[in-house]
């Protein structure tokens, strides 16, 4: 009893910074010094988007139903593992959000949401709220994913369904279409309405468009704008190895951190961005040579990474409990590359993006590495583990979901600010 | 559970298996063997984007092309994938891949039958050689 009530009253000396223990080996990531993680929970699923409530209910929605469940809703413990308490939703997908009392979940083809108790409990797990249905979905970049402004509007991916518009998708020598058909109902981001039920495309507007594939998006609070990653397009050396070498192929063209406003266009197909250049060039199947800029004027990149790391999750970080370098920056979940080959693969990390005034500011930095397990099985492209969703808990805590095994990592600051 | 046991037994000692059809690349098939090097090269530079150095393919998207029947199966069918490409979703062991498949009909009756030779014999698989006859005679079924 004494033991505990000293213990009580350390917590209660240091109000905002909840000492959550992490595991011995920091769950296996490489950290910056003070920081630590841990394993808060093994879900087995493939685990998308992540959301955690203002009670630190965290809801995890996972790509395909697993015994019946599409969404996993677990519980904290005090010594920050959580506990599987529940799941609902009979349906796979990738959008996880919270909001002012509403959990939002989307499946590759609608969007629903779900009401909030006082406890951060969805209250009709059975009965979701149909908000959007009928997005379009084709057999690659299927995610949905979703998020909220201040002002109830909904923003949701829709991935284009195709590598760049040839007329025959990833085939060599193909050429783009011109007027790339897919952009009128994909390529793109889509507003809805985050409170009306049963919009279609007609309900909705295409609010930013020329964006191949986004998987991480999120809505910068200091500037009160929507920030999202694009996938940028593959193979340029597989579908034109005339113009492009393999190291080219594997360097280019970049993953782009784009700031939108309503009708924005990103260019794609048409147009890539080339980080070491630093030039909009022409794509390939729409007369591009690999030497070209374009002249044309499409939305420059707020920012650009290597090529082909997968960009899934974003997270403006608000929180008080890590340095303060890090309020309002960036997190990036890099899910990690595939078509790098014959070169290593790359990514399986999270990125850090100092930010400045709602603007990109200064040289990215890796933060927390090794979810692939080894530096033989990033370069191999067989990660133990892919982050993927990022979600900030109420005390501050990073959680960064995986969905090749399903583990749920919390990681924390420790050390002394 | 007993016919369940019992069909699966039957199965296992009536369906001949890949690596019993399966002619070893050695000294004594110097055409296989060599057909296996030239189907490595194909496959470094059309294959090992998607499927992947170790021929383990990309989760969700690209199939594993390790121990699975579409690969160790019927020749026929493999080699029709390639020329014509595979539009639908496949599952391999509870896991969907959905990424399209371009057809690769540029490659020639040789350069299929190389490949599909090394990709038959490479990741841990055992199975027969693909003949240029074989991959002739599916080429001829698609349209020109």
């Known amino acids: 009893m004494p033991a505990l009530a000293g213990s009580l009253a350390l917590v209660a000396s240091h109000p905002t910074s909840v000492r959550v223990a992490p595991d011995p080996n920091n769950a296996g990531l490489k950290l910056p010094a003070g920081f630590g993680a841990l394993v808060a929970a093994e879900t087995g699923g493939k685990a998308r988007h992540i959301a955690v409530t203002p009670q630190g209910v965290i809801y995890v929605k996972l790509n395909k139903v697993k015994d019946g469940k599409g969404i996993l809703e677990l519980h904290s413990q005090p010594?920050?593992?959580?506990?599987?308490?529940?799941?609902?939703?009979?349906?796979?997908?990738?959008?996880?959000?919270?909001?002012?009392?509403?959990?939002?979940?989307?499946?590759?083809?609608?969007?629903?949401?779900?009401?909030?108790?006082?406890?951060?409990?969805v209250t009709a797990p059975t009965k979701p709220e149909l908000l959007v249905r009928g997005l379009k979905v084709g057999s690659q970049h299927e995610s949905k994913s979703i998020v909220l402004d201040n002002a109830d509007n909904l923003y949701v991916n829709i991935g284009a369904y195709a590598n760049a518009c040839q007329e025959q998708d990833r085939t060599r020598g193909s050429k783009g279409i011109p007027n790339c058909p897919?952009?009128?109902?994909?390529?793109?981001?889509?507003?809805?309405?985050?409170?009306?039920?049963?919009?279609?495309?007609?309900?909705g507007t295409r609010y930013a468009t020329g964006l191949r594939n986004v998987v991480g998006l999120d809505w910068n609070p200091q500037d009160n704008q929507l920030f999202v990653m694009q996938h940028g397009r593959d193979q340029l050396h597989d579908n034109w190895p005339e113009l492009y070498g393999?190291?080219?192929?594997?360097?280019?063209?970049?993953?782009?951190?784009?700031?939108?406003?309503?009708?924005?266009?990103?260019?794609?197909?048409?147009?890539?961005?080339?980080?070491?250049?630093?030039?909009?060039?022409?794509?390939?199947?729409?007369?591009?040579?690999?030497?070209?800029?374009?002249?044309?004027?499409?939305?420059?990149?707020?920012?650009?990474?290597?090529?082909?790391?997968?960009?899934?999750?974003?997270?403006?970080?608000?929180?008080?409990?890590?340095?303060?370098?890090?309020?309002?920056?960036?997190?990036?979940a890099f899910h990690g590359s595939w078509n790098r080959a014959p070169e290593p693969q790359a990514g399986y990390f999270v990125v850090?993006?100092?930010?400045?005034?709602?603007?990109?500011?200064?040289?990215?930095?890796?933060?927390?590495?090794?979810?692939?397990?080894?530096?033989?099985?990033?370069?191999?492209?067989r990660a133990d583990h892919r982050p993927c969703g990022l979600a900030q808990g109420p005390d501050g805590s990073l959680y960064v979901s995986d969905d090749q095994k399903g583990t749920i990592y919390r990681i924390v600051y420790n050390a002394k600010k | 559970m007993a016919l369940a046991g019992g069909a699966l037994s039957l199965h296992a000692q009536h369906r001949p298996t890949p690596a019993a059809k399966a002619k070893a690349p050695t000294k004594a098939d110097p055409a296989m063997a060599a057909s296996i090097t030239r189907g490595a090269v194909v496959y470094k530079n059309v294959c090992i984007t998607c499927h992947m150095a170790d021929g383990g393919g990309v989760p969700n998207m690209n199939p594993p092309l390790i121990k699975t029947e579409y690969v160790l199966g019927d020749k026929a069918r493999l080699a029709h994938i390639v020329l014509a490409g595979l539009a639908e979703p496949i599952e391999i062991d509870g896991n969907?891949?959905?990424?399209?498949?371009?057809?690769?009909?540029?490659l020639t009756d040789q350069q299929v039958a190389d490949v599909l030779t090394y990709v038959r014999n490479k990741f841990g698989n055992k199975a027969s050689a693909v003949q240029v006859a074989e991959v002739k005679a599916v080429r001829a079924t698609l349209p020109k």
């Open chain 1, 246 to 332: 393999e190291k080219e192929s594997a360097a280019l063209p970049a993953e782009c951190l784009y700031a939108l406003t309503k009708g924005s266009n990103a260019g794609w197909p048409y147009i890539y961005y080339d980080q070491q250049k630093k030039e909009l060039m022409k794509g390939p199947e729409y007369g591009g040579d690999g030497k070209t800029p374009s002249t044309a004027d499409y939305l420059k990149p707020a920012a650009a990474y290597p090529g082909h790391m997968a960009p899934d999750g974003l997270l403006f970080y608000t929180g008080t409990m890590f340095p303060a370098k890090y309020r309002n920056g960036a997190f990036i």
């Open chain 1, 352 to 381: 850090f993006q100092p930010f400045k005034n709602g603007k990109p500011d200064g040289q990215w930095e890796v933060f927390a590495d090794n979810f692939a397990g080894s530096a033989a099985k990033a370069a191999s492209g």
């Open chain 2, 96 to 106: 969907d891949y959905k990424q399209h498949m371009p057809a690769q009909n540029y």
């Open chain 1, 182 to 203: 897919i952009l009128d109902s994909a390529g793109g981001i889509w507003q809805f309405k985050a409170n009306q039920l049963n919009q279609r495309y007609p309900d």
């Open chain 1, 79 to 121: 010594n920050g593992k959580a506990t599987m308490t529940g799941g609902f939703g009979d349906y796979g997908g990738t959008g996880m959000y919270e909001k002012n009392g509403y959990l939002y979940a989307s499946s590759d083809h609608a969007v629903y949401r779900y009401k909030l108790d006082g406890k951060g409990e």
